[in-house]
C-alpha cells in the first residue's frame, strides 16, 4: 500500500503543478520512481498517469501554438517534453500490455505532432526513442492474434506527418545529437513500414532521394569516389558537384537497412535509387569502351569484335579492380551469345524451378534475346559488392540485403550474376552463426543490432534464401558452407529456446484490489500479446525455413541432409497456427506460429515432398498430411492456397501419402475451392485435384466429377479467357447463368449436374483472421476474404489445368467409363465442338475491318486439347470413331503439324497412332475404317511432310503413324 500512497501523492503533485518548473521536478520524481519497478507502473497507470502525461503534451502543444512565429520551443517546455517521453519510453519497455493503455488516449498522435516542430535535439531524440519503444512492443490489432496494431504507423504515414521523415533525415549535421535523431527515425520507419501504400508515399515524400543522396556522403567520406572527367574541375584536383562527405559520426548501416525496405519488391523505387543524379557523380557508370573500328557486324545482325579488339576499359564497374577474380563456371563458358545456334530447332521447354505455375506458350527463337536481356549496370551494384567483401557484421548483411534486391529486381548483369555463388554465398553462409549466447535479450549492444531491432545474424537466412532461390549453383555452395547445419540448428532454437513469457515479480503479500476507475481511456493494462523477443525469434524461424525450401527444390541429397538433421519435426510444427491462450495474471498469451511462419513451413514441405526415395517413409511418419489437410479449412485467404500447394505435391503418382490426401473430404474441399472467385485458389485446387485423379480408381474419379458438376466443367473449358469481361473470373460469366461471386453444388444437384447454386460459406467469408505477413507482398482483401484480381493469362491457366485434369481422367483402366459419362453429360456434338472451338485462332475487331487481327490460340491450351483427344482416342471404339468422324476437328488438327512447338507436332502424330492402333483382330475393320477417314482431311501428305522434321521425336512418331497406315494396306 506505501506504494499506491507514493503513487497517488506523486500525480497530486503533477496535478497541483503551477508552471513549467513545478511540472518538471514531479515528473523527474515520477521518472525515478517508475524506472525498474514493474509494479509500480501498473498501480501509476491504474491511477491515471497516462491521461495526465497527454494533458501535459496537449498543453505544451497549445502554447507552442500560441508562439507559432518563434523558431524553438521554449526550453523549459522543451524539458517538460522530453521528460514526459522518457517517463512514456520506461512505460513501454514492458510489453504490449504496457502499450496498450497508451493507445487508448492521444498521447501517440501528441508525440508524433511534435516531430514536425522545431523542437530541440535532445528532447526530439528522447521522442524517437520513445515511438521506437512503442514500434517494438505494439500490441496485437485483435486481441489473440498476431498482427501487430497499425495506430502508429497509421499516424506516421498520413498526409500531415509523413514530412517529418524528410525533415529530420534531410537536416542531421556534423553534430552527434543529429545524426542519433536521424538514425532513431529511420529505425521507426523499418520497424513500421509494412505496406506498399505506406512506402510510395515515403518515396512521393522525396525520403527515397535524401537517402540516396545520404548514401553518397558515406561514398565520398570514404574516398571511394572513381575518378571521372564530370566530378571533378578542370584542373582535376577540386571535386564539383559531389554531395559533402558524411561526418565520421554517422553510420551507414541504418541509411542500407531504410533502402532495402524501400527498393525490395518495386522496380520503379530501384530505379529512382539507381539513377539519382548523386548517385550518378558520385559513382558514375563505366562502360566498356571499343574503338569504332574493332566492332564488327554479323549477317545475323548481332555485333561482335574482332579478334584484335582491346577495350580502353575493361571492368564492368569502377569497384571490379578491388574484387578478388571470380571463376567462370562452365555453364556461363558454353554460352556464346555472339554466334548463332547450330541447328534451328527450339529446345524443349524446361520446366521451371520455382513453384510458381508456368507460362503459355513456348519462347520464340531469338538469336540476340541475350544482348537484348542483359541490362546496363550501375556502378552501385559493384560498390555494393566491395562493400559486402570489405565489411563486417551487420554493415555487410544489409549491403547484401541490397544487393539480393537489386539482383532479384534484374538490375545485375548477368555475368555478374553468376559470380554471387563465389564472392556472395560463402560470406553468408559464414554468417550463419547459430550461437545462442549472442542472442541474449538482456544485452543489446547497438552494434549487433538492425535498425528492426533483430540481431542481425537472425536476419541472415532470409537474405540467403533470396539469393540461392532456384539457382544450383548458389545452392550447392551453400550446402558445402555447412548451411544446412547452421539453418537446423537455428530451426530446433526457436523452439528450444526460453519462453516468450514474461515472469511476474515477486511479491511477499498478495496485493489488494485498487479501486481504479476502469471507464477512463488509459487507467488499464492491457491484455497482453507476442513480445519483442517472440516476434524476432518468430522472424529467425521464418528465415530459416525459407532459406531450407530454397536448398531442397532440386537435388534428392539436399533433402536427404536436411531429414538427417531432424528438423522435419520442426517444420510440422511451425506449420501450427497461433492460438490465444489465458496464462498468468490474465494475460492473453500466444502460442502456435504466425501466418508468415506458417507460409515458409508449406514452402518447406512442398520442397521436401518432391523426394522420390527416403523421405517417403520419414513423410508417413511424420504425418506431414493432417496439418496440411486442417490448415485449408482457415479463414486466412493465403493459408488456404499455400496449403493446397503442398496437397498438389503430396498427392503426386509417386507420393507415400496420396492414399491419405485422396479421402472424401479433401476431395470436397477442393473441388469446392475450384469454384471460388479467387484465381489463385481455384488454379492450385484444380492443380491438386489432377494429381489426385492421376492413376485412381473409378470411384475417385467418378466424385470428383459429381463434385465438380459436368455443366461448370462444360462452362469453364467452352469459355474463351479473353471474352472474360474485366473484374469477372473464368467459370463465373456466362449468359445463361447470373453473375455471382462463387458457386457450391448442392446436395440434390448430384441427381441434376446442370443445377449450380451460390454456396453459402463461399469467399469472401467474413473477417480474415490474420494478414498472412503484415506486408503488402501478400494480395488479401482485408475486409475479408480473397483478392479477385486476375489477368487474362490466369484464366488461361486455369483452363489449361481442368484440361489436364480431363486428360488425367480419361486415363488408366477405366478412362472409356469416364468418357462415357462425361461426353454424356456434355453432349457428344458440343464436347467436340468445345474442343474445335479451342483449337481455331480468334478474329479481333479493331477501330476498321481492316484493322482486325487475329489471334492464335495460346500454345498452352493447344497442348492440353490435343492431349485431351489422344486420350480419348485410346479408348473403346465407340469414341474413336466419334473423333474420326469430326472432319472439320481434324482438318483443324491439320494446321499444328507445322507447328513450332516440337510437342504439339509429336500430339498430332499420337491421334493418327491411336486412332490407327489395332488392340485386337476384332478391331481391324475398325482401324481401317478411321484410317480412311484420316486419308480423306489428308493426314496422309502431313505425316510424309513430319517425316523429315527437324525433331526426332516427330520423326519416328510420323512414321509409325505411316507404318500403321501401311499395315491396313491403304497407302503403299
Not at 267 to 275: D, G, P, Q, V, W
Request: net charge neutral; proline share 6%; charged share 20%.
Amino acid at each position: 500500500m506505501a506504494s499506491l500512497r507514493l503513487a497517488r501523492s506523486a500525480l497530486q503533485d503533477l496535478t497541483a503543478a503551477d508552471g513549467s518548473s513545478g511540472q518538471l521536478q514531479a515528473l523527474k520524481r515520477i521518472k525515478c520512481d517508475l524506472t525498474g519497478h514493474v509494479s509500480r507502473k501498473v498501480e501509476y497507470i491504474q491511477q491515471g498517469l497516462i491521461p495526465q502525461l497527454t494533458k501535459i503534451l496537449a498543453d505544451v502543444a497549445t502554447q507552442q501554438s500560441a508562439l507559432a512565429g518563434a523558431d524553438a520551443q521554449p526550453e523549459q517546455d522543451g524539458l517538460v517534453t522530453t521528460q514526459v517521453a522518457q517517463i512514456l519510453c520506461v512505460i513501454a519497455h514492458e510489453g504490449p500490455s504496457f502499450v496498450q493503455p497508451l493507445l487508448e488516449t492521444d498521447v501517440l498522435q501528441r508525440l508524433v505532432s511534435f516531430l514536425l516542430l522545431h523542437l530541440p535535439l535532445r528532447t526530439r531524440l528522447a521522442i524517437l526513442k520513445c515511438l521506437n519503444a512503442i514500434a517494438d512492443n505494439l500490441p496485437p490489432a485483435i486481441a489473440g492474434q498476431w498482427p501487430q496494431s497499425a495506430k502508429l504507423a497509421d499516424l506516421l504515414y498520413s498526409k500531415r506527418c509523413i514530412r517529418c521523415f524528410r525533415h529530420i533525415i534531410g537536416n542531421a549535421n556534423a553534430t552527434l545529437a543529429s545524426q542519433q535523431a536521424c538514425d532513431s527515425i529511420l529505425a521507426l520507419l523499418c520497424k513500421t513500414v509494412t505496406h506498399e501504400a505506406q512506402k510510395r508515399a515515403l518515396t512521393e515524400s522525396g525520403v527515397l532521394k535524401i537517402l540516396a543522396s545520404r548514401l553518397a556522403s558515406f561514398v565520398v567520406a570514404e574516398g571511394l569516389v572513381p575518378p571521372g572527367s564530370e566530378a571533378f574541375d578542370g584542373d582535376g584536383s577540386i571535386p564539383s558537384g559531389l554531395p559533402k562527405p558524411a561526418p565520421s559520426c554517422a553510420h551507414l548501416s541504418p541509411v542500407l537497412e531504410a533502402l532495402c525496405v524501400l527498393v525490395e519488391g518495386s522496380k520503379s523505387r530501384a530505379e529512382i535509387f539507381l539513377t539519382d543524379p548523386t548517385i550518378k557523380a558520385v559513382l558514375p557508370d563505366l562502360k566498356e569502351d571499343f574503338s569504332p573500328s574493332d566492332i564488327r557486324r554479323a549477317p545475323w545482325g548481332a555485333s561482335y569484335l574482332s579478334g584484335a579488339a582491346v577495350p580502353r576499359s575493361r571492368l564492368h564497374g569502377p569497384f571490379d579492380s578491388l574484387l578478388p577474380i571470380a571463376p567462370i563456371s562452365e555453364k556461363a563458358n558454353a554460352a556464346q551469345p555472339g554466334f548463332p545456334p547450330l541447328g534451328s530447332v527450339t529446345a524443349m521447354p524446361k520446366r521451371r524451378p520455382s513453384f510458381l505455375p508456368t507460362t503459355s506458350g513456348v519462347p520464340n527463337l531469338n538469336l540476340n534475346q541475350d544482348a537484348i536481356e542483359d541490362v546496363q549496370e550501375s556502378a552501385v551494384i559493384s560498390w555494393l559488392l566491395y562493400v559486402v567483401r570489405e565489411s563486417r557484421g551487420r554493415r555487410r548483411l544489409l549491403a547484401a540485403r541490397l544487393l539480393v534486391n537489386l539482383h532479384n529486381l534484374h538490375f545485375v548483369k548477368k555475368d555478374r550474376g553468376s559470380s554471387f555463388a563465389s564472392l556472395l554465398v560463402p560470406l553468408l553462409t559464414r554468417m550463419l552463426d547459430p550461437d545462442p549466447a549472442q542472442f541474449d535479450p538482456a544485452h543489446q549492444p547497438s552494434g549487433l543490432y538492425l535498425c528492426a531491432g533483430t540481431h542481425y545474424a537472425w536476419a541472415v537466412p532470409a537474405v540467403l534464401a533470396a539469393l540461392i532461390m532456384d539457382d544450383r549453383e548458389m545452392q550447392r555452395v551453400a550446402v558445402e558452407g555447412k548451411a544446412i547445419v547452421s539453418l537446423s540448428i537455428g530451426l530446433k532454437m526457436t523452439f528450444e529456446g526460453i519462453s516468450s513469457r514474461k515472469l511476474s515479480p515477486w511479491q511477499p503479500h498478495k496485493p489488494d484490489k485498487m479501486e481504479t476507475d476502469t471507464k477512463t481511456p488509459g487507467t488499464r493494462i492491457g491484455p497482453g500479446g507476442p513480445t519483442w523477443t517472440a516476434r524476432t525469434e518468430m522472424q529467425y524461424r521464418e528465415g530459416c525455413l525459407k532459406a531450407l525450401a530454397a536448398i531442397a527444390p532440386f537435388e534428392e541429397d539436399y533433402r536427404e541432409q536436411i531429414c538427417n538433421e531432424s528438423v522435419l519435426p520442426y517444420i510440422i510444427q511451425a506449420l501450427e497456427p497461433c492460438e490465444a491462450q489465458v496464462g498468468f495474471n490474465q494475460e492473453i498469451e500466444i502460442a502456435g506460429n504466425s501466418a508468415s511462419v506458417i507460409l515458409a513451413a508449406c514452402a518447406a514441405v512442398r520442397a521436401l515432398g518432391r523426394s522420390v526415395r527416403a523421405l517417403r517413409t520419414k513423410l508417413i511418419e511424420a504425418d506431414v498430411a493432417k496439418p496440411i489437410l486442417k490448415m485449408m479449412n482457415s479463414t486466412n485467404p493465403e493459408l488456404r492456397i499455400a496449403a493446397t500447394k503442398v496437397l498438389t505435391n503430396l498427392a503426386m503418382d509417386f507420393s507415400a501419402v496420396k492414399e491419405s490426401v485422396g479421402e472424401s473430404t479433401v476431395v470436397k474441399k477442393l473441388c469446392e475451392q475450384a469454384h471460388s472467385a479467387s484465381a489463385r485458389l481455384r488454379h492450385e485446387s484444380l492443380w491438386a485435384l489432377k494429381q489426385l485423379v492421376l492413376n485412381a480408381n473409378k470411384k475417385l474419379k467418378q466424385e470428383v466429377v459429381d463434385e465438380l458438376g459436368c455443366s461448370w466443367i462444360k462452362l469453364l473449358i467452352k469459355t474463351d479467357p479473353i471474352d472474360i469481361p474485366e473484374g469477372e473470373v473464368i467459370g463465373l460469366v456466362e449468359r445463361d447463368y447470373p453473375q455471382i461471386t462463387t458457386y457450391r453444388r448442392s446436395a440434390a444437384s448430384v441427381d441434376n449436374p446442370q443445377d449450380i447454386i451460390m454456396g453459402e460459406g463461399s469467399e469472401p467469408d467474413g473477417e480474415n483472421g490474420e494478414d498472412a505477413s503484415g506486408s503488402s507482398e501478400i494480395s488479401v482483401d482485408y475486409n475479408g476474404g480473397f483478392d479477385a484480381k486476375h489477368s487474362v493469362e490466369d484464366d488461361i491457366q486455369i483452363q489449361a489445368q481442368l484440361l489436364d485434369l480431363l486428360r488425367n481422367l480419361f486415363c488408366g483402366e477405366n478412362a472409356s467409363d469416364l468418357v462415357r459419362y462425361v461426353i454424356d453429360e456434355m453432349g457428344q456434338d458440343d464436347f467436340f465442338r468445345i474442343m474445335l472451338d479451342r483449337l481455331r485462332p480468334r478474329t479481333l475487331a479493331g477501330p476498321t475491318r481492316k484493322d482486325n487481327y487475329t489471334t492464335p490460340p495460346p500454345n498452352t491450351i493447344v497442348v492440353k486439347v490435343l492431349f485431351v483427344l489422344v486420350h480419348i482416342a485410346a479408348c473403346d471404339p465407340k469414341w474413336r470413331n466419334a473423333i474420326a468422324s469430326q472432319h472439320a476437328l481434324l482438318k483443324q488438327i491439320l494446321t499444328f503439324c507445322g507447328h513450332a512447338d516440337r510437342e504439339i507436332r509429336s500430339t498430332c502424330c499420337w491421334i493418327a497412332i491411336n486412332l490407327t492402333y489395332e488392340d485386337d483382330a476384332n478391331d481391324r475393320a475398325g482401324c481401317r475404317h478411321r484410317a480412311i477417314e484420316l486419308q480423306k482431311v489428308g493426314f496422309v501428305s502431313h505425316l510424309r511432310k513430319m517425316e523429315t522434321d527437324s525433331d526426332l521425336d516427330v520423326r519416328e512418331r510420323a512414321k509409325t503413324a505411316l507404318h500403321l497406315m501401311m499395315s491396313l494396306k491403304l497407302i503403299a
